[in-house]
């Protein structure tokens, strides 16, 4: 799955992107390299995403969103909750 | 040898608080300069650092612009990058540079200190961000990290003007000390000269292209080396949700993140026009009006009030302060609004959010803002493209932004519309602002295809600031420097040229006194006969409309008052009553159009809404990107204005 198909409270972990050489390099520059793990925190306007990644807020473009295959390791609880609960049926739902 | 005050440099990723930290540091000592060869500004100013014996020691320190990486992706890291080796026309390295790293975002900030550590220069860790750190369950081990990188790290907050005591004595000992960064990585440029370089790759000087490759060559071991500390040092207490991340909840919603972001467009809107607007009169008044009258005055008690020294001072001197002074209420309003938008942290949501409209020209979402500020007026929308990250795309939106049609042109299309198309004067006004925003566009995608091809779309990714309430001190500090510059350095270029365009006004062609001439006798009015017939194929070949286009070209407020008084009669009383002066255009439009006046009069509209704004603009683009484009611009609009106003004619005559 892609980034841009993510919900609020997914977890996953970042496999890979379709982006040139350097721009992936810039990419990893920035934090997001595969094998980072992120948790979604918003969905923005044109399929952008927040990503909480070690506690900074990343912003991403829908675009790149959309070029980002992930994998998804959980859903978080509902956003107003603070714990780290796993929903797996969710999660396997999503992943399916 | 004496050579001056140490030279400090503050180095960090964008949105660290570099610059608050800068501003917190020099206070008003501090100035603007621009970056060797290039439009990229920088910050340069004054720190009194405690000394021996209660004495002070005065260091240069220089804000350089944000960068994520020293492996330079536009113009403004690569300026960065150059002033940290000391390449080109920088002249040596800073004696010190003070890494400004964010506690929130540590793994980029180490990324970047362990670059920096490459260049051999000696540093400091100035760590900002602790408090939103520790609200959001990260803890840095700052003793620990000070050991791991061998230089001395300090906790600062310059919001709160938290630790800069304790960095200030640092610098001091570091000035002393000259600790080096210890990454086990580092490989000082041994061997490079850093200041004799020829560029020799595209510009590229020799030090900073040997500064590439060498970190080129290491980027996986500085990758490796910041997991190795984040992992040692960092400790993480798992997701918190935030203030910061319900706020965004709303303000980055798919639904309201839109409505929301325009109603703040809407607010800079009415800040510099209805807020604004008042104000400006005001000042006009007492300067033009008041000061104007005190000065004929006192020249009356020697008999010189109505020579040519009275006109010099009151409709040149006194005219250029006024207009410099009118533009300090929307620019004071604009900073103070742009200060609190980037110090709340929405300024990066508002990029974010408009990222999707911009890209479409190659540009980011924050372009969207100075745009939007220009249909209100063009200085503070020029002022506003310096939120922007890339000074390539700086460049682009300040080519862009006289395409807004501001407030000072609605003046001339009330009174065309309604002498021209009584019926239809709202439809008329309407197409012009459709207009405006269409040459945005089509401006933006044919300068993008063409000289900047060079902005390819990349990626949005942005460390999104925790939001915060803005400080107030600070806050006043940085309009007052800003609009400080402004005054000076545009008020300058403005004053001249008002001064100039009063000289033309004022030399006799057809005899007469200096000074005391009419308008179509003097050498302006001869200008304006010779140049009208250019807009015979525009339907308008007559000397009234090219003067007053002429007095445009200083502002465009005052075109239907030339226009009013190169047919000598009065100006309007209200622009949607124009009067005599309705007769005389109309007649001088049929007479000029062969029968169209109609497209005439939209071909007139349509110069006036695309050929250069005002002389204030002008100057405003030459303080941020040079005078070479700030002319060049001039030239293209004029120029496309021109063909526009020839193209609309010319269809229009045939309906």
Redesign the interface.
């Known amino acids: 799955m892609y980034l841009k198909d993510c919900p609020i409270g997914a977890e996953v972990c970042l496999l890979s992107s379709d982006?040139d050489e350097?721009?992936c390099?810039?990419?990893?520059?920035?934090?997001?390299?595969s094998g980072v793990c992120a948790?979604i925190?918003?969905?923005?306007?044109?399929g952008?995403r927040?990503l909480?990644i070690?506690?900074?807020?990343?912003?991403?473009?829908?675009?790149?969103a959309r070029r980002f295959a992930v994998e998804l390791t959980g859903i978080?609880a509902p956003?107003?909750a603070?714990s780290?609960a796993v929903a797996p049926q969710r999660a396997a739902e999503l992943t399916a | 040898m004496d050579r001056g005050p140490a030279r400090i440099a503050l180095l960090g990723n964008p949105n660290v608080g570099k610059s608050t930290l800068f501003n917190a540091l020099t206070g008003a000592h501090q100035h603007t300069v621009n970056a060797p060869g290039t439009t990229v500004h920088w910050e340069v100013g004054r720190w009194r650092l405690p000394a021996a014996h209660g004495t002070r020691q005065e260091v240069d320190l220089v804000d350089l612009p944000g960068t994520q990486s020293l492996l330079a992706a536009s113009p403004d890291e690569q300026v960065t990058q150059d002033a940290l080796v000391g390449a080109g026309a920088h002249g040596a390295p800073p004696d010190l540079t003070i890494v400004v790293a964010d506690a929130t975002a540590l793994s980029r900030s180490l990324y970047l200190l362990a670059q920096a550590a490459e260049t051999g220069t000696p540093a400091i860790v100035a760590l900002t961000m602790n408090d939103v750190a520790r609200g959001r369950g990260i803890t840095v081990d700052v003793a620990r990290l000070s050991e791991r990188l061998g230089v001395p790290v300090v906790e600062v907050d310059p919001r709160m003007r938290i630790g800069l005591g304790e960095l200030a004595s640092t610098v001091h000992r570091a000035l002393h000390d000259r600790p080096y960064l210890h990454t086990g990585l580092e490989h000082v440029l041994a061997g490079v000269s850093v200041t004799a370089d020829s560029p020799a790759d595209g510009g590229i000087p020799d030090a900073s292209r040997a500064l590439t490759d060498q970190i080129q060559v290491h980027a996986d071991d500085h990758f490796e080396w910041v997991a190795g500390i984040e992992r040692d040092l960092v400790s993480h207490s798992g997701h918190r949700e935030t203030w910061s991340d319900r706020i965004d909840r709303i303000l980055l919603n798919p639904w309201f993140g839109i409505p929301v972001f325009l109603g703040v467009m809407w607010m800079l809107f009415q800040l510099t026009t209805t807020i604004a607007g008042p104000i400006q009169d005001l000042i006009d008044a007492v300067v033009s009006g008041w000061f104007g009258s005190v000065i004929t005055s006192f020249l009356g008690l020697f008999d010189l009030d109505t020579g040519w020294l009275n006109g010099f001072l009151v409709n040149g001197v006194v005219a250029g302060l006024a207009t410099v002074a009118t533009f300090i209420p929307p620019m004071g309003l604009m900073f103070l609004a742009l200060s609190m938008l980037e110090d709340s942290g929405y300024m990066a949501r508002a990029g974010f959010v408009a990222d999707r409209v911009m890209r479409l020209m190659g540009l980011d979402g924050r372009a969207f803002l100075p745009l939007v500020i220009g249909f209100g007026c063009n200085l503070p929308a020029l002022a506003a493209t310096r939120t922007l990250p890339n000074s390539r795309q700086r460049l682009l939106t300040g080519l862009l932004v006289p395409l807004s049609s501001c407030t000072a042109r609605l003046t001339v299309y009330v009174v065309m519309a309604t002498i021209f198309f009584p019926h239809n004067a709202g439809t008329a006004i309407f197409a012009m602002y459709v207009t405006s925003v269409t040459l945005i566009i089509l401006a933006g995608l044919v300068l993008r295809r063409t000289v900047f091809r060079d902005l390819k779309p990349e990626p949005f990714v942005l460390n999104l600031p925790a939001y915060q309430r803005p400080r107030i001190k600070p806050m006043a500090m940085s309009v007052l420097m800003r609009l400080r510059d402004f005054v000076v350095r545009a008020g300058r270029v403005i004053m001249a040229t008002l001064i100039v365009m009063w000289a033309l006004i004022a030399i006799p062609i057809n005899g007469g006194k200096f000074g005391d001439v009419p308008v179509e006798d003097s050498l302006y009015g001869a200008t304006a006969h010779a140049v009208a017939p250019v807009f015979a194929p525009a339907g308008f070949d007559d000397w009234h409309a090219s003067a007053a286009l002429a007095t445009g070209f200083v502002a465009k407020e005052v075109v239907v008052g030339a226009l009013a008084q190169s047919y000598a009669v009065d100006e309007p009383v209200a622009d949607n009553q124009p009067g005599l002066l309705a007769d005389r255009l109309h007649e001088t439009f049929d007479r000029t159009s062969g029968g169209h006046p109609g497209a005439a009069a939209a071909a007139f509209m349509l110069f006036v809404l695309a050929y250069t704004p005002c002389a204030a603009t002008v100057a405003e683009q030459r303080r941020h990107f040079g005078w070479r484009p700030a002319i060049a611009a001039v030239g293209v609009s004029l120029v496309g204005a021109w063909v526009l106003a020839v193209a609309v004619f010319q269809i229009g005559s045939l309906l």
């Open positions: 982006f350097p721009t390099f810039r990419l990893r520059e920035l934090g997001l390299s948790r925190v918003q969905r923005a306007p044109f952008g927040v909480s070690a506690g900074q807020r990343i912003a991403i473009d829908g675009g790149t978080a956003v107003a603070t780290m």
